[in-house]
Structure formats: C-alpha cells, structure tokens
C-alpha cells in the first residue's frame, strides 16, 4: 500500500514564524503535491514537484515556498506565517506514469495565532 | 479557467439511492476522479473515469460524459458511514506532469 505521511497532525504557531510543513511518500513516486483546504473553497493546489529539485507554482502560490531535495520528501514553508495561512494543509504523490490518481498523507492542521 | 462544480450539500435516508452530480467545463479535462473524504481525514480514491460511460464498483458507480462536461456518483444502499465529502476531480494536461483540479465537494449527510 501507498502511504503519505505528515510530519504533524496539529500545529499551532504564531504569526510571523517560519513553519516547515514535511511530507513522505514511499513509493517512490514521482509527483508530489502541496494543497490547502478550507471550508467552501475545496482543495486548492499550492504547489508541486514532479522531480527532484523541481518545482511548479500551483494556484496559490504566494507566501509559500517548497523543497525537494530527495524523492520521497516534499518540504512546504512558510516564510513568515500569516493568521490567513491558517488551515488543513495536505501532502499527495501520484506515479507520473499513465497514472493520475493522487494518494494522500493525514493532514496537518495549522493554526497561526 | 477550468471550473468543476458539484452541489454543496445533500441528505438522503439509510438504504436509499443517492446521485452526486458534477459538470465541468469540458476544454483541457482528460478523465475524471471521485474521491471520498471523511471529516478531519484524507481524501480517499474512489473512481477514475476516463471513457464515457458508467464504471460499477460494487455499491459505487460512477459516469462520465466528456462532451457534456457531465459526471455523477451513485451510490447505492446507503450506510451511514457513507455520510462524507464527495470530491469530482478533473485530470488536467499540462507542463511537466498532470495536475488535479478539484471541485469544492459534497458533503453527504446520511440520516436513519
């Protein structure tokens, strides 16, 4: 079985620190994902990796910034949190191969204070 | 832009049949995903529909139709476990990889 996993269920940390959200795939897939999910607004698409070193911005880029400097590990950072960076935040990795099904982690549910 | 949209909420009663709609536009789209998301867990893989027509897995069904924009999930004898957000998902070529464009989903409240 596929299995994404997050550093951290729960999160709270006050406006104008540096979090570091981490997440682990071992299947060795490919793509990785960033999202954020807020009620009314769905899942929407921060960014993604679909290589080492690689990036893409997503739809909401600002204020986050990412690293992937190993396969399985997919970093999302905010530089200086932000009381509106409140939210479940979800990891997800796809093969990349014919194959656009996303498996996702838990969540990490951050509060910014 | 790509817009999916799917209802916001819908209630139905234990052991009955519920259709969830979604209808997207259809330029840029190449399949489309259901998943299921239980309140505060992760999204789960319930169907991938790529050709039109109707996939059955089980309680679950799922249908497409791309020249319509047009996509359903059915599901059948309800439980009340089945009470969850529904997400319709379209599959978007592009750049290096293939992104996911979800809609803001359905949340499904089963009662006895």
């Known amino acids: 079985d596929v299995k994404v996993t997050q550093s951290s269920r729960y999160l709270v940390k006050r406006t104008g620190e540096k979090v570091f959200l981490e997440c682990v795939q071992d299947?060795?897939?490919?793509?990785m994902f960033w999202y954020r999910q807020d009620p009314g607004l769905g899942l929407r698409l921060i960014y993604f990796?679909?290589?080492?070193?690689?990036?893409e911005k997503g739809d909401i880029p600002e204020g986050y910034s990412v690293s992937r400097e190993k396969k399985e590990r997919f970093s999302l950072i905010l530089e200086s949190a932000s009381t509106n960076q409140t939210s479940m935040y979800l990891c997800a990795s796809s093969s990349g191969q014919g194959s656009y099904e996303q498996y996702f982690g838990p969540g990490t549910r951050l509060t910014v204070t | 832009g790509q817009n999916i949209d799917q209802p916001t909420e819908m209630t139905a009663t234990e052991g009955a049949i519920v259709q969830i709609n979604c209808t997207y536009q259809?330029?840029?789209?190449?399949?489309l995903f259901w998943y299921q998301q239980h309140a505060g867990e992760a999204p789960t893989f319930l169907s991938y529909?790529?050709?039109?027509g109707l996939e059955e897995k089980g309680r679950f069904s799922s249908f497409l139709s791309r020249s319509k924009g047009y996509s359903y999930l059915l599901l059948k004898e309800l439980q009340m476990k089945d009470s969850a957000s529904y997400l319709c998902?379209?599959?978007?070529?592009?750049?290096?990889?293939?992104?996911?464009?979800f809609g803001t989903g359905t949340l499904l409240a089963v009662q006895p």
């Open positions: 529909n790529v050709l039109d």
């Open positions: 998902a379209g599959t978007l070529y592009g750049g290096a990889t293939n992104k996911l464009i």
């Open positions: 299947m060795d897939h490919e793509n």
């Open positions: 259809t330029s840029g789209f190449n399949g």
């Open positions: 990796s679909y290589d080492v070193k690689m990036k």
